[in-house]
């Protein structure tokens, strides 16, 4: 069965720390596009960052309110994707979903792209 487990959420101060981790099983994700998405109380789902892979090219996007302080990276057994969150804000309080899928350099963004999703974790920023 084709899953992806997050964790790492939880409660931060802002600018403070956390990284979050994917771990995917069920079906190799080697060659798959690898995705974190949000979703805060009372709004939509929002595109974080992705890494995908291209023979030994690697492509790594990211949302303009997180590019400078989060970190999308991958084991090398490509069945981990980690999400490294530095001087988080309040505004980043949200759950975190990854996710995974054949998607084009071009759209990264496009969470209807993705067809493997995690249950995600919780992310609160606050003092």
């Known amino acids: 069965q084709e899953q992806l487990v997050e964790s790492g959420g939880g409660l931060v101060q802002p600018g403070g720390s956390l990284r979050l981790s994917c771990a995917a099983s069920?079906?190799?994700?080697?060659?798959?596009?690898m995705g974190w998405f949000r979703q805060a109380p009372g709004k939509e789902r929002e595109f974080v960052a992705a890494?995908?892979?291209?023979?030994?090219?690697?492509?790594?996007k990211y949302a303009d309110s997180v590019k400078g302080r989060f970190t999308i990276s991958r084991d090398t057994t490509k069945t981990t994707v980690y999400l490294q969150m530095n001087r988080l804000k309040p505004e980043d309080t949200a759950v975190y979903c990854c996710?995974?899928?054949?998607?084009?350099?071009?759209?990264?963004?496009?969470?209807?792209?993705?067809?493997?999703w995690g249950q995600g974790t919780q992310v609160t920023v606050s003092s």
């Open positions: 996710a995974a899928g054949r998607v084009g350099y071009s759209v990264l963004h496009a969470p209807y792209l993705y067809d493997t």
């Open positions: 069920g079906r190799t994700f080697s060659t798959y596009t």
């Open positions: 890494i995908s892979w291209s023979g030994s090219a690697q492509t790594i």
